[in-house]
C-alpha cells in the first residue's frame, strides 16, 4: 500500500488564516474492500469556500473536521480498483481533497462524487475548473440568477478566476457586454486580451468605493444589469451604486470578509431604490442544471473559446501556501495542486 | 370657484426634515375646461416614500418639484364634472396629492389615476389604505416575493402601519405563521389582539442587533422564511440573523434611513450563506396584479378579516406634522389627513 502524505485542519484561524492551521501527516492507504477503489489524485483545487468552512460558525456547509484532511474536489485516475465500474487508469473527477490517493467505498453518497470523464478533447485538470464546480458556478450565476437580455451589461469581480473566466466564456456567447473587475494591470490585460472582457477595471488604483464606482460606470456608459459577486465590501459598493433598475446580482463569495471582520454593505437602501434582486446560490444544491452546464461549457472549452488559466502549485507541501495565496488574490486564473 | 389651500414643498431638508420644508399655500381651484373634473378631496394619504421625493436624488420617482403641491394618492368626491364619465358625487380615488381641491384634465395619464370606487361595504378611506397602494404593497411582497409555502413563517417591520396590517391578514388568510416586529406595547398588542398576528415584538425594547435577533429567534422558533422590509437599520440586520436557507426578502421601505446617514447592512455575507434572495420593488410598477390584490383586500375589508386602524390628522394645516411623525412611527397604523 502507498504512503498518503495529507494536510489535515491542525487548529482554526483566529482571524487571518496562518500556515500553521494546517498540519502535513503521512498516512497509509489501507487494503480495499470489496467495491472500493483507490484513486491516485493528479490535482486537487484550491477554492475559496474552503476558508468559510475552516470557520467553526453556522454556514451552508458543515465546518472542517479538526486532525482530518482538508476535504475539496480533486481528479486523478484509479490506481486500484474493487469495483467493476470503475477500471484501473481510467481517469476519474472525485471529492478526495488535499492528499495523494484517495479511497472512494460504494456507498452510493461517495459513488456519486466518483465519475469517469473524457480527457480526449479536455486536459483533467479542466473538469475541476471551467469544466468542473467553478465553471457550472458561472453557468448558474449567469443563466439562473443574471438571466441576461439581449443588449445588456454583465459585471464580474475576480474576473480572472476559475468563475470569472467561464463568466466570461459564457457571457460573450451570448452576446452580452462583458466587464470584469480584477487587481492589478496583468490581471486586466490578461481579462481583455485573453478571456475575451470587453473591459477590466483594476480595483487597486482605487481607496474608495467613489472613485471604483466612477470606473465601472465609464466601462459600463450604460449601466450594468448583472452582476456576478465573488468578493464583496468596497467593490461591492461600488457595484450597487452603477446597477440600473431592475438588475440582478448573483452573490456567490464575499472573499473579502473571509478572514476577519464581516464586510457591511454600506447603502442597501440601493436594493429597494434600484429595484434589485440579490440573491445568494451555491451551485452544489442545484444538481439539475449541471448536466446542461457541463455540456455547454466542455464544448466551450474543446472549442477553444474557454481558455482559463490556472496557477499549479506543485506538490503536497505547497498547499497552504498557495491556499493562503489565493485568499489574497495572489493567484491567477483556477489554483491548483498537482500531485505527479 | 373655491379656494384651495394646498402644501408646497418649499425646500429641501437638510439631513432631517422639518415642518419648514413645507408652505401652506391658498390657491384658487380654475373653471373646469371641457373634459375635466373637480375632486372635492375627503382625505389625502401620507405615505414614507414622500421622504425619499423630497430629496434632489436619483430614485424610483422624480424628485417632489419645489414650490409645487406634494404628490401623492387622495380619496373624495366629484363636485363639478365637464365629463360625462365622472358624475358629480361620483365617490373616487386619484392622485391629487396635498391639497383640498384637485382638478383632473381628460389626458389619459391623469385620467388613468381616477377610479370611482364602490363605498357600500368598504369606507372611502381604505382605498388610500387596505383596499389601495399599502395593501397591493403587502399583497405583491408576500405573494410574488416571499411567495409564502405551507407551514413557514412571514415577518413584517412596521406590523401596525398600512402595509403590515394588510401582510398580516394575508398571511393569516394563507395558513401561515405570521410575526410582526412593532415600536412599543400599545403596538404590540394591537397587533396580535387585533391584526391577527401570532406574535409582535417590540424593538424598541431592544438596543443591539443581537438583543432583538434574539427576540425574533423566540417569536419564530422555526427561523423565518419570509421577511417583508419596511424599516432597514439594525431590525434588518437583527432579521438577517433568523433567515432560514433560501428565505426571500421582499425590500419595501428603508424608512430608518430616509433621515440623513445612509444605514449600513452589517453582514451582506448571510445572503450567501442562507442563500437569500433579497428583492426591492415599487408596487406602481406591477399594475399587472392590482385587479387580483385589490380583489382579494376587498373581500377581506368587506368580510371584516382586515380592521386596519387608521391615524386621522384634521385639516390640510396639519399635515406636515402628521408627516414628520409618521417618519419617527408616531402613527398607529394607516397615516391619513381628513379634509372635511
Not at 24 to 40: I, M, N, S
Not at 312 to 329: D, M, N
Request: proline share 6%.
Amino acid at each position: 500500500m502507498p504512503q498518503n502524505k495529507q494536510i489535515h485542519l491542525a487548529n482554526r484561524p483566529v482571524g487571518e488564516a496562518v500556515a500553521s492551521n494546517f498540519k502535513l501527516v503521512v498516512a497509509e492507504t489501507p487494503p480495499l474492500k470489496d467495491g472500493e477503489v483507490l484513486v491516485r489524485q493528479h490535482y486537487f483545487s484550491l477554492d475559496p469556500y474552503m476558508r468559510g468552512r475552516m470557520n467553526d460558525a453556522k454556514s451552508y456547509a458543515l465546518p472542517q473536521a479538526l486532525g482530518e484532511t482538508m476535504g475539496g474536489g480533486s481528479v486523478g485516475e484509479i490506481a486500484e480498483s474493487r469495483n467493476a465500474a470503475y477500471p484501473v487508469g481510467a481517469k476519474v473527477v472525485c471529492a478526495g481533497g488535499w492528499q495523494e490517493y484517495c479511497v472512494v467505498s460504494p456507498d452510493p453518497a461517495q459513488m456519486r462524487m466518483l465519475r469517469i470523464v473524457d480527457t480526449t478533447h479536455i486536459p483533467l485538470s479542466a473538469y475541476l475548473g471551467a469544466v468542473g464546480m467553478p465553471g457550472v458556478t458561472a453557468w448558474y450565476g449567469l443563466v439562473k440568477i443574471c438571466e441576461p437580455k439581449a443588449g445588456e451589461t454583465m459585471l464580474v469581480s475576480a474576473a480572472t478566476g476559475a468563475v470569472g473566466s467561464a463568466f466570461a466564456a459564457l457571457s460573450k456567447a451570448r452576446g452580452l457586454r462583458t466587464v470584469g473587475i480584477a487587481g492589478g494591470p496583468e490581471k486586466c490585460k490578461y481579462a481583455t486580451d485573453e478571456l475575451g472582457f470587453d473591459a477590466c477595471i483594476d480595483y487597486k488604483l482605487h481607496s474608495t468605493a467613489g472613485s471604483l464606482a466612477k470606473a465601472i460606470r465609464e466601462a459600463c456608459p450604460q449601466g450594468v444589469d448583472g452582476y456576478f459577486e465573488n468578493v464583496g465590501g468596497m467593490v461591492l459598493d461600488a457595484v450597487l451604486m452603477n446597477m440600473n433598475a431592475f438588475g440582478r446580482i448573483a452573490v456567490c463569495g464575499m472573499i473579502a470578509g473571509y478572514d476577519g471582520a464581516p464586510l457591511p454593505l454600506s447603502h442597501p437602501a440601493l436594493i429597494l431604490v434600484n429595484r434589485l434582486k440579490v440573491q445568494g446560490f451555491i451551485v452544489g444544491e442545484h444538481m439539475e442544471i449541471w448536466p446542461e452546464a457541463l455540456k455547454e461549457l466542455g464544448t466551450l472549452v474543446a472549442t477553444g473559446k474557454l481558455r482559463a488559466r490556472e496557477s499549479i502549485a506543485q506538490g503536497i507541501e505547497a498547499a497552504p501556501e498557495a491556499f493562503l495565496g489565493l485568499l489574497k488574490g495572489k493567484n491567477f486564473g483556477k489554483q491548483l495542486v498537482k500531485l505527479i
